[in-house]
Nanobody, 124 residues
Framework: QVQLVESGGGLVQAGGSLRLSCAAS????????MGWFRQAPGKEREFVAA????????NYADSVKGRFTISRDNAKNTVYLQMNSLKPEDTAVYYC?????????????????WGQGTQVTVSS
């Protein structure tokens, strides 16, 4: 059974940092791209960042470029999202997902395995 478990969320003041982790189990995802998405209350789930199967290619939403960094450790079957200079508008539930392909796509429909999410709250 495939399982993705996110961790590292919490409450942080604006300007602070958090590091999210997503551990995958049940199979190896080293041949697939992985991504992070987020969903704020009353809003649709949106793309945040994605990384190719080998980590050599990344993709970011314009709203997080220069502040967030995605990385992965295939030996640990884990993907990370380092979030710096956090803003109140970053408040959301953050989800990791596995894409049905090797390249870091941005479309929600491209991802077929999802975690349960971790809450990130940024206070002003």
């Amino acid at each position: 059974q495939v399982q993705l478990v996110e961790s590292g969320g919490g409450l942080v003041q604006a300007g602070g940092s958090l590091r999210l982790s997503c551990a995958a189990s049940g199979r190896s995802f080293r041949s697939y791209a992985m991504g992070w998405f987020r969903q704020a209350p009353g809003k649709e789930r949106e793309f945040v960042a994605a990384i190719s199967w080998g980590g050599g290619s990344t993709n970011y939403a314009d709203s997080v470029k220069g502040r967030f960094t995605i990385s992965r450790d295939n030996a640990k079957n884990t993907v990370y999202l380092q979030m710096n200079s956090l803003k109140p508008e970053d408040t959301a539930v953050y989800y990791c997902a596995v894409r049905s392909g090797m390249l870091p796509g941005t479309g929600i429909h491209e991802y077929n395995y999802w975690g349960q999410g971790t809450q990130v709250t940024v206070s002003s």
